[in-house]
């Protein structure tokens, strides 16, 4: 994804991992960002633990306005009214989605890094296949100790050559 997200799907219920990623990114944060804001600490947070979502993906059908000391969120549907409240209370506004068609887009990209990967694996194939085995190709990529092939590895296992 090339946009800069505007929200963030985070399945619940939170894993102990999950929740722990969240402090560590919210430490992290503080420490990057010298003295931050609140929201930019749970923002940073989200991010650890949630699949990005840019704009334009998913429709937003409400607004949600959280209240401070943990108390239930007012969701509004009406942009205007929810602007009105956030604006007389302090608080910022947060997109609500259906979760369906979050899902829907997470799976779309599931799929999608599912279809690429196949791909890599079968261009591996090719390029290390007898015929291509000794070719250019296979023996020099970005620098004499890596090679295309060392690439398609590193991507494939989720890693950067």
């Not at 919210?26 to 650890?48: D, H, I, Y």
């Not at 209240?67 to 007012?74: D, L």
């Not at 409240?85 to 506004?93: M, N, Y």
């Not at 970005?142 to 050559?161: F, M, Q, R, S, W």
Request: charged share 20%; hydrophobic share 45%.
């Amino acid at each position: 994804m090339t946009q800069k997200p505007t929200g963030v799907f985070v399945p619940f219920p939170l894993t102990e991992a999950q929740v722990s990623a969240c402090s560590d990114a919210r430490a992290k944060a503080w420490v990057e960002q010298g003295k931050p804001t609140t929201t930019s600490t749970f923002e940073a947070a989200l991010l650890a633990i949630g699949t990005p979502v840019t704009g334009g993906e998913l429709a937003v059908v409400g607004w949600g306005l959280y209240s401070v000391g943990g108390g239930k969120p007012s969701l509004f549907t009406n942009e205007a009214m929810a602007e009105r409240w956030a604006k007389h209370f302090g608080r910022t506004l947060h997109p609500v989605v259906r979760q369906s068609e979050a899902q829907a887009q997470i799976a779309a990209r599931d799929a999608e890094i599912v279809r690429l990967r196949e791909a890599l694996v079968v261009a591996r194939g090719a390029i290390t296949s007898g015929l291509n085995a000794k070719s250019i190709v296979c023996t020099v990529w970005a620098g004499p100790a890596e090679t295309l092939v060392d690439y398609i590895d590193a991507a494939l296992k989720g890693g950067a050559a």
